[in-house]
């Protein structure tokens, strides 16, 4: 396993070790004495899947309390994946960072609790795993909006996103409720 910091220090983007033959492959999508030797600290509670169309974009979302910490990666098709810092006491506030993930590369993202997340999918059809380091909690969950300019979130060009209605009616930065 192979884990580097991002543009953002604090996102960590993780390549497995995948052992591969002729019968398929195998690897590790957690562990938690191998994650925290690298400093990946994480007490996972949930876990998440969805499966969307070409087109549908989700998020960004975060919650104001109990925010959420993620582990996310694409089991089938592929995504294009922003997390955004928004820790007002972050060198990076406010700054984002971008990716492909894909079931092809199996490469993951960890995403501490403080960022606002979400992705497009980029192929006809993807499947999405995430697990959370707290529990889903609809009152406190917000919604960043997507397209913000003040983001510079270069989202693919050829993607004519498909949003649901909280997705739309996201909040721009500079009157979004921030973590500390």
């Known amino acids: 396993m192979r884990i580097e910091p991002t543009a953002i220090p604090d996102l960590l983007l993780i390549e497995p070790a995948v052992f591969e033959d002729a019968r398929g492959f195998f690897y590790e999508s957690w562990n ?3 994650f925290g030797d690298a400093g990946i600290d994480a007490d996972f509670v949930q876990d998440n ?4 169309r070409r087109g ?3 998020g960004l979302h975060y919650q104001v ?3 959420q910490g993620k582990l996310v990666r694409v089991i089938a098709g592929e995504v294009f994946d922003v997390a955004v810092d928004l820790r007002r006491s972050s060198p ?3 700054r984002h960072v971008a990716m492909n993930l894909s079931a092809g590369d199996r490469r993951m993202l960890f ?5 606002a997340h979400g992705f497009v999918v980029v192929s006809d059809v993807a499947e999405f795993l995430y ?5 889903w909690y609809p009152a406190h969950e917000r919604t960043l909006l997507w397209n913000d300019p003040a983001l510079a979130i270069a989202w693919p060009a050829a993607i004519e996103p498909v949003l ?3 997705d739309r009616a996201g909040v721009p930065l500079a009157g979004a409720e921030l973590y500390p």
Not at 49 to 52: E, G, P
Not at 111 to 115: A, D, L, V
């Open 32 to 34: 938690r004495r191998a």
């Open 49 to 52: 899947h969805s499966r969307s």
């Open 56 to 58: 549908v974009l989700r």
């Open 65 to 67: 309390e109990h925010a």
């Open 92 to 94: 990076t506030f406010g």
């Open 111 to 115: 995403i501490p609790p403080g960022f």
């Open 131 to 135: 697990k959370t380091t707290d529990y």
């Open 164 to 166: 649901a209605v909280k």
